[in-house]
């Protein structure tokens, strides 16, 4: 698919007010969707005294932080495929032209994995364009399903990915995973790459229509003594589109002045670790331990499809660097009982558990393994606890709405939570329990913010 975040994505930004009179000069780069102190916006030696009564706090310089270099020039420096001007690569190249901000929000949406991705890529000795390949596969949205059913970053089929160590089960996929995802398929870019003997455009062609289809296309122009290089060779459209998409998308990371594009700054700096959670946890008290929204955690944790963790593990779970001391000390003094919510339930005549776990969204493994049920017979009058979540998240993305696009926001002198949550169509509760804050924010501020592609 051709950042199948496109496909939701706003052709422009979902506000109810017009941009910072600041931004005119420059209407293709808009002010809201921004990174590390794009705007720096100083504060003045007066500012102690602005009013707060819009819910900004005055801030100073004092609190500024070393902010690492983005990501692009590293991923440039190991660009290796040729950047061809192939009339189907300009056309591509078109396409994303015609909605800079689309393109904006797309990019936005690799800052969680893109360096992770390039480390991986970079150690395999890969060139740095396969670093990019999410983009065009799942517009780097780890919990996406195509409609034939393949998953995650890099779009599985089940099958591959069952080929590759990525299993699938009730509980976990494997495909959705950020970091088994990746190693995964640098093995397979590698393999398909040593298997067409080097030739980088069959094995992305493969990788996108399979190497049987690109190998009888390359039989079939031999036959008729064709040349059997990428652009001649009769393969089918999507293929024929998919590697100028990452073509056209190298080229504009290349030079993106020059297509008249920006790049947000995502930075080259790790923005996960691994925690462990010694054990089977509701992803809603996971989320509350780390004081991140339950949507990042899901951001970083795709792999999960239910409520809780696997209760056969593997137990741990990728969170934002900074909140990893915070998950711990939370984790070290968290009752046991309070790992998973559950709620009580009598057996009613009649009942079966097939016909509880329908009733509660659940499993009748996870009935049985939360009550030490040896099979599946119960009897009226008993109690049962069924696994529930506070916020009722089934995470099986078959039964979630379309998921929300994940961007940032930086806080500017006369911004208010209530002016921000109106510009992006959210409300002022969900910025504060995205972000954990209270009544006032300060200049300079960086918000994470949602935007429901459907709005």
């Known amino acids: 698919m051709w950042l199948s975040a496109c496909t939701t994505l706003p052709e422009q930004p979902p506000q109810a007010e017009a941009l910072p009179p600041e931004t005119a000069g420059n209407p293709t780069i808009p002010a809201d969707i921004v990174d590390a102190a794009e705007y720096p916006d100083p504060v003045s030696d007066d500012a102690s005294q602005a009013v707060v009564d819009e819910g900004v706090l005055p801030t100073g310089p004092e609190q500024a ?133 080097g030739d980088w455009l069959h094995a992305l062609a493969a990788y996108n229509a399979g190497a049987a289809t690109v190998n009888r296309a390359i039989r079939k122009a031999r036959k008729r003594n064709l040349p059997t290089d990428f652009w001649s060779l009769d393969l089918p459209g999507e293929t024929d589109r998919y590697v100028p998409r990452l073509l056209a998308l190298a080229r504009i990371v290349d030079a993106p002045g020059h297509y008249g594009l920006a790049l947000p700054d995502v930075l080259d700096a790790p923005y996960f670790a691994l925690a462990e959670t010694g054990g089977q946890i509701d992803l809603n008290v996971a989320a509350e331990l780390a004081g991140i929204p339950v949507e990042e955690l899901f951001a970083l944790n795709a792999g999960h499809r239910r409520w809780t963790s696997h209760p056969d593990g593997p137990h741990v779970l990728l969170l934002p660097v900074e909140s990893i001391d915070r998950f711990q000390a939370g984790l070290a003094t968290l009752p046991d009982e309070k790992r998973l919510k559950l709620a009580r339930y009598q057996v009613q005549p009649g009942d079966s558990l097939s016909v509880i776990a329908r009733r509660h969204g659940v499993s009748v493994a996870a009935i049985q393994q939360t009550n030490g049920l040896p099979d599946s017979r119960i009897r009226a009058g008993r109690h049962l606890l069924i696994p529930t979540s506070g916020s009722a998240i089934d995470i099986d993305d078959r039964r979630l709405p379309t998921a929300r696009q994940r961007t940032h926001y930086r806080v500017r002198k006369g911004d208010s939570l209530y002016t921000i949550a109106r510009r992006f169509q959210v409300s002022v509760a969900d910025l504060r329990r995205w972000n954990q804050v209270g009544k006032y924010i300060r200049p300079g501020d960086r918000l994470t913010v949602f935007i429901d592609p459907d709005a």
Do not use: C, K
């Open 65 to 197: 932080e070393p902010i690492p270099d983005p990501i692009w020039d590293r991923l440039r420096r190991g660009f290796a495929l040729e950047h061809v001007e192939h009339p189907r690569v300009l056309h591509e190249i078109e396409r994303l032209q015609r909605s800079p901000y689309a393109f904006r929000v797309l990019m936005a949406q690799s800052e969680p994995y893109l360096h992770h991705i390039l480390e991986a890529v970079e150690n395999a000795g890969l060139p740095s364009e396969m670093a990019l390949l999410p983009a065009v596969e799942s517009g780097f949205q780890p919990h996406v399903y195509s409609p034939n059913g393949a998953a995650g970053l890099w779009q599985f089929m089940p099958a591959t990915g069952r080929s590759l160590g990525l299993d699938q089960d009730w509980w976990f996929d494997r495909r959705r995973t950020v970091r088994q995802s990746t190693s995964a398929a640098i093995v397979y870019l590698d393999r398909l790459n040593r298997r067409f003997d």
